[in-house]
DNA sequence: AATGGGACCTGCGCGC
DNA sequence: TGCGCGCAGGTCCCAT
């Protein structure tokens, strides 16, 4: 669900309707979302303090504050941001700004995380997270790959490897680089390895353009679903033709995720 | 080091 | 119609 586009989706529309709003009040409908500081000391600390600046880290939404503090969260499953929100029976957390409308958090599995700290880039998440696939160099992303025998799909996903990508996009950019989920990393060819290198940016900017995949809850700031779902070629296509030789789409579990994947044109 | 499984949760779609 | 069940997948944690 939310993997880089889509929070990079919401990001740039937070930037457009919150960045310089002031928080007036937070109400907390449900306090398990919010894991550090305790609920009444998290409503305190955002009273009355400015959003300064809004960044994304791999999955992860950052707001710096005008208290020196920031506000971390973190979508997982089926978590939403929604402005301008209006109370739902999976809203958990919701910011009232200065010009009268609230900031939703929804999140129907309460998987999500909401915490207040001082510094952002001391968060052990943070500091796990592997470079995006924007930042390293195919040379970079090459050697990376030639020290891990693991197997590709499960790697693509491991955020502490490179940050970003989940199990839908792992899907899509190994479908259109033609390799098979289950690859060992090391195994690829060069020829591989720079397909997937350049797929996998493609892949992550094509999904940005159309503003992220609405499947199951993610939405953009708005509500409105993204649309890059009907550009999906194996993604949740179970039994369906392969786009480019018919073959049937299979669904096999890798690492305990469900992997989609075309066994004719992958290899 | 790599891998598998479970935990966290809810609601959906399935089979009966 | 309704019930029980498996399943969705981001991240962490534990066992092998």
């Not at 009232?96 to 129907?108: A, E, I, P, Q, T």
């Not at 891990?148 to 940050?163: E, G």
């Not at 194996?234 to 049937?248: A, F, M, Q």
Request: charged share 30%; with cysteine.
């Amino acid at each position: 669900m939310p993997e880089l586009p889509e929070v990079e989706t919401i990001k740039r529309e937070l930037e457009k309707a919150v960045l310089g709003k002031k928080i007036t009040k937070v109400c907390i409908h449900h306090a398990r979302v919010i894991r550090s500081p305790a609920p009444a000391v998290f409503q305190k600390q955002l009273k009355g303090v400015a959003i300064k600046k809004i960044l994304r880290k791999g999955k992860l939404l950052i707001f710096e504050l005008s208290n020196a503090k920031a506000l971390a969260i973190h979508l997982k499953m089926t978590g939403q941001l929604i402005y301008p929100g209006q109370d739902t029976k999976e809203t958990r957390v919701c910011f009232h700004l200065s010009n009268g409308k609230k900031l939703s958090f929804n999140d129907r599995r309460l998987f999500g995380e909401l915490r207040i700290v001082d510094d952002w880039r001391q968060l052990q998440f943070v500091k796990g997270l592997g470079p995006e696939p924007f930042e390293v160099s195919i040379e970079q992303f090459k050697a990376m790959l030639a020290a891990k025998k693991t197997r590709i799909k499960p790697l693509l996903m491991d955020q502490t490897f490179i940050s970003g990508v989940g199990n839908l996009y792992a899907a899509e950019a190994l479908f259109r680089a033609r390799i098979d989920p289950g690859r060992a990393a090391s195994g690829l060819s060069e020829k591989e390895k720079e397909a997937l290198f350049n797929e996998i940016r493609a892949t992550l900017d094509e999904a940005i353009r159309y503003k992220g995949s609405s499947i199951d809850q993610y939405v953009q700031l708005s509500g409105r679903p993204g649309s890059f779902v009907s550009h999906h070629q194996v993604y949740d296509k179970e039994g369906k033709p392969c786009l480019i030789c018919g073959t049937v789409i299979k669904r096999i579990a890798l690492g305990g995720r469900g992997t989609y994947f075309c066994p004719k044109c992958q290899r």
